[in-house]
């Protein structure tokens, strides 16, 4: 999952949490997870659960398999996810995603720390309105082909992203299965968090 689908299987939770979900990927080790509030860091443990199910998932496995670039087609995948949410409107919230992604940003520019890390990240994710345009295919290729450049070792995701275009059809077909799934192991559709209260 990207940003938008880490932050819909945690909407339940609290601010707290949610923003432990967003900054995830930037808390590394054990000392900068002990550092952050309870609540936080209980966002950021949901979120490496979320990582840790959908990478284990069968089609997700499978689809990797088929993939150009192996090694990267798992972060491929993440920004095609978002995307997906965004074209299946069955799975979105009666008013969209609207109220969450302005719940992001706010708790991303209410927030009294980020990682170093993520920081310009997350704050040109705001100003750019990343969520919001993640619905549109160009911008969701662009992205990968964005997250190539900007490895320690570029790398030119061309092929990967001809071959998610070629697809996109079919991605979204089998994101219907992935996000039930998911839905159900991170139990957040009943509402209590009941993995992020533990």
């Not at 170093?116 to 993640?134: D, T």
Request: include cysteine; aromatic fraction near 6%; hydrophobic fraction near 45%.
């Amino acid at each position: 999952m990207n940003f938008l689908g880490h932050a819909a299987l945690a909407q339940a939770g609290s601010d707290a949490q949610l923003l432990g979900c967003l900054i995830a990927d930037g808390v590394k080790g054990q000392q900068a997870l002990d550092a952050l509030s309870p609540a936080v860091r209980q966002g950021v443990v949901h979120h490496r659960l979320v990582d840790s199910i959908i990478d284990a998932h069968p089609d997700v496995q499978a689809l990797v398999q088929r993939m150009p670039e192996r090694r990267f087609a798992a972060i491929a995948l993440d920004i095609v996810w978002d995307y997906c949410l965004h074209r299946l409107s069955a799975l979105a919230p009666d008013e969209g995603w609207s109220a969450l992604i302005q719940r992001c940003h706010c708790v991303i520019q209410g927030a009294e720390w980020l990682p170093p890390s993520k920081a310009s990240l997350l704050q040109n994710m705001v100003k750019g309105r990343w969520l919001v345009r993640s619905a549109e295919r160009q911008f969701m290729l662009d992205t990968i082909m964005g997250v190539g450049r900007h490895m320690r070792r570029p790398q030119d995701f061309t092929p990967l992203c001809e071959w998610v275009a070629t697809h996109l059809l079919q991605l979204e077909r089998i994101f219907i299965v992935i996000w039930q799934d998911m839905w159900r192991q991170t139990n957040i559709a009943t509402g209590t968090c009941v993995v992020l209260s533990r």
